[in-house]
């Protein structure tokens, strides 16, 4: 019988980055690759992105967007159109030169964003008022190239995300669909992944390269730092103006579309991953969890045949969580027990002789180990119940969490102790882009976003602040 060691070797407040990286591999999310940068997608994570992308997919659509798909390399020519936002991405972009042995006429950009090579197809598609609005939506990848310090999830060189691309006759449509797509990101991290965070506004320096704003969930990891989820920027007319898509109006006169784009993506599974689990690894949320029951028999030889006889009644019965029954011979129940905790499966039921003479099985949770006999009639009712409560407690852990390491602050000595505190400051600003440059050489802190606007004085310079923005170092 074969049991090697697996479990992780560290602490998660000891060394946070270790833990994370461990529970990742350990876990069977994923690998590193042969690409400095990139990683693997084992099953197990792929299938966690298939359903963000089900959740997702099924909400856009019922905005009236439709999924379209457009080519992984883009045209120099065309990147180059819009210039703020070339700017933004050319240290990042990965460029195609050559064709096998020859030469290209034009550098080609392995896709970091998909703005250019979709708005040359929308000046074509789009001439009337009648062609408005235009909602279209990818799920791919994209391959940004410049950082020194890849993390799984977190920042790699290729992710896979959706971008919406849309376009409207009027600012006011514009305007209500980043509402309506932030409260998509909302519940999808509120009530799926049970990961609380707030929606604000991100400063001008911080905004996506060519957007008039951008709006994003942000979240604050255990080990202090702020990381940003989900997306929506109000790009205003500057793609339009850059790409030329313009449309008669109504009232027959040319006018420039409005546009909007918004993303969520895989890194949403590292920031799950980092704020549910614990030392024994991972945990997940029962309902993005894509196996929410494992069941473990536990016999002798001489009565393996009953045990699994019965532990296959239970898999029929809660068949509606898909679960899994480990009826492996080579390992022992400790063992598979350890696993599973390791894999974070969120319930876990034990079955053995001395439990089916009591027609009874123990149930035990992922998230705090609790343990409960329950009566196999029992069992379908009680697992949904106590599913139900390992998600509304691991949201209610995650917001307690955010809670705890935001601290107010009225000056830039308390700001610097948050920071160095491994805390997000939360603080008057005045929204200058010089102030938001002086803070950060002082702190290390950038901006992240605002919720609020202030009637008080900036936190940094003394002047009239204009918001209460959360500072703090990021991913």
């Known amino acids: 019988m074969k049991e090697e060691k697996q479990g992780i070797t560290v602490k998660k407040d000891g060394d946070f980055s270790e833990w994370y990286t461990q529970v990742i591999l350990k876990s069977g999310l994923a690998d590193y690759s042969a690409v400095s940068g990139c990683i693997v997608l084992k099953p197990l994570a792929y299938s966690i992105w298939e359903k963000i992308r089900e959740l997702a ?30 700017k933004g991405f050319s240290p990042e972009v990965a460029w195609v030169t050559h064709g096998g042995n020859t030469p290209l006429g034009e550098r080609l950009a392995v896709r970091p964003t998909s703005e250019a090579i979709m708005y040359d197809s929308y000046s074509k598609w789009i001439r009337s008022w009648r062609d408005l609005p235009l909602k279209l939506n990818q799920w791919n990848s994209v391959v940004r190239w410049e950082f020194k310090h890849p993390v799984p999830f977190l920042r790699t060189r290729e992710f896979l995300w959706n971008e ?24 999808i991290v509120f009530n799926y992944l049970a990961v609380y965070g707030v929606a604000g506004k991100k400063s001008d320096k ?32 500057n793609f339009a ?9 109504r009232d027959e006169k040319e006018k420039y579309v409005w546009q909007n784009t918004w993303a969520i993506t895989t890194r949403m599974i590292g920031v799950m991953v980092a704020i549910h689990s614990d030392d024994k690894g991972l945990v997940l949320p ?22 699994l006889k019965e532990a296959k009644k239970i898999e029929k019965k809660l068949q509606s969580f898909n679960p899994y029954l480990d009826d492996r011979d080579e390992y022992s129940p400790g063992w598979k027990f350890n696993e599973w905790e390791l894999k974070g499966i969120p319930l876990r039921i034990e079955i053995g002789p001395r439990d089916i003479e009591a027609k009874s099985a123990t149930v035990v949770r992922r998230d705090s180990g609790e343990k409960e006999v329950v009566a196999i009639d029992a069992l379908a009712k009680k697992a949904d119940d106590i599913l139900k409560d390992i998600q509304r407690s691991l949201f209610s852990k995650s917001k307690k969490m955010f809670e705890e390491k935001v601290a107010r602050v009225k000056n830039m000595k308390e700001l610097a102790q948050a920071i160095e505190g491994k805390k997000i400051a939360l603080a008057d600003f005045c929204n200058e882009e010089s102030c938001e440059d002086s803070i950060k050489e002082k702190t290390g802190a950038s901006s992240r976003v605002t919720t609020d606007n202030s009637g008080g004085v900036c936190v940094n310079c003394g002047k009239k602040a204009k918001s209460v923005f959360y500072f703090g170092k990021g991913y």
């Open 57 to 86: 997919d099924e909400r856009i659509k019922k905005l009236g967007v439709q999924n379209a798909y457009f080519p992984l390399l883009i045209p120099e020519s065309l990147l180059t159109k819009e210039e703020t936002h070339v």
């Open 164 to 187: 919406g691309h849309t376009a409207f006759a009027t600012r006011e449509e514009a305007d209500r669909e980043i509402e309506q797509i932030l409260d998509i990101w909302k519940d």
């Open 206 to 237: 911080e905004k996506f390269a060519g957007a008039l704003a951008t709006y994003a969930v942000e979240f604050i990891m255990p080990n202090g730092r702020a990381i940003q989820g989900p997306d929506a920027h109000s790009d205003g007319q």
């Open 241 to 249: 103006k850059a790409y030329e898509i313009k449309f008669v109006d």
């Open 286 to 307: 029962p309902m993005i969890a894509p196996k929410k029951i494992v069941i473990v028999p536990i016999y002798r030889e001489e009565n393996r045949k009953d045990v």
